[in-house]
């Protein structure tokens, strides 16, 4: 059997031969609610084995794969995400990666005829679900013209109006009522070395934005104990406000203030900062962060 999963703190795009789908820590409520919406039962945890048949999706950074990974027998890597490096294979693989919004367009683009002739009503929920959900509703600058033409083929598919069907998938993002904050400082984080400064670069995308900000000084408490458990140097939180386009930074020091002024060319007062059109980590945050 082969594993697949994809990278830590699922989100809704990472979850031929007999293969099982796996996750690495609780889906986000948005994931959450896809998965019920369309049928599905939440995919088990997983438990890596060296020597273990895996494919890999959604990532290619070691960072956000279980410490063994080099020592499991990876088949395959599908992603959306630039080559980062450091993974290493028992033989030649299949390695695909392509410059669109979500690794579903991917996996989608690849499949072969009968498979997309014959695709079951719920998994076409599923692609549309993990399309929408990293293109945020095509408000992301990582939106190409291929993740959008599946999408709304879906849709019609489906019979689903998209404006409607998002707006609950974001409802259900924004539910963060039960997360303790450095949960949620975890819930869709990477690590990222920006010149030689290790970042941990958290994002809560909402329609809600008041919800997480009413919780500013409680979770800029919580910031350096995050810092140390997870062994960074600074802990980034981006609020992305998904209706108006703009993201809010936490500034919970005089470190992240500088690196706030130097990477995106704002006037810093107080312990949050507003980012006009600022929506996507991928694009927008870590190709302008400075240390």
Not at 164 to 178: L, N, V
């Amino acid at each position: 059997m082969i594993k697949i999963f994809g990278h830590t703190a699922p989100d809704t795009d990472a979850t031929q031969k007999p293969a099982k789908a796996f996750v690495q820590g609780a889906p986000n409520t948005e994931a959450a609610f896809v998965l019920q919406r369309w049928g599905f039962d939440t995919p088990a945890q997983l438990a890596l084995a060296d020597g273990d048949k895996v494919v890999i999706v959604d990532t290619n950074n070691p960072a956000e794969l279980p410490e063994n990974i080099n020592a499991a027998d990876i088949k395959q890597i599908i992603d959306h995400h630039p080559l980062v490096g450091g993974i290493s294979t028992k033989t030649p693989i299949n390695v695909t990666l392509r410059p669109v919004a979500a690794t579903a367009t991917v996996m989608y683009s690849i499949m072969r005829r009968p498979a997309l002739e014959q695709m079951p009503d719920a998994i076409k929920g599923l692609i549309l679900s993990c399309i929408l959900s990293d293109t945020l509703e095509f408000r992301s600058p990582t939106t190409t013209p291929r993740d959008r033409e599946i999408a709304e083929r879906l849709a019609v598919d489906l019979d689903i109006n998209i404006t409607e069907y998002a707006s609950e998938m974001f409802a259900a993002k924004s539910d963060i009522s039960h997360f303790s904050d450095a949960e949620l400082l975890r819930l869709d984080s990477k690590i990222f070395e920006v010149d030689g400064v290790i970042f941990r670069v958290s994002v809560l995308e909402t329609t809600s934005p008041a919800t997480v900000l009413d919780r500013t000084d409680s979770i800029l408490a919580s910031i350096p104990a995050v810092a140390i458990e997870d062994g960074v140097d600074q802990v980034l939180l981006f609020v992305v406000d998904i209706l108006n386009e703009a993201a809010t930074l936490l500034i919970p020091n005089e470190t992240v203030r500088s690196i706030a002024i130097k990477s995106f060319g704002v006037n810093v007062e107080g312990n949050i900062v507003l980012l006009p059109g600022i929506m996507s980590r991928k694009k927008q945050i870590i190709p302008n962060l400075k240390a």
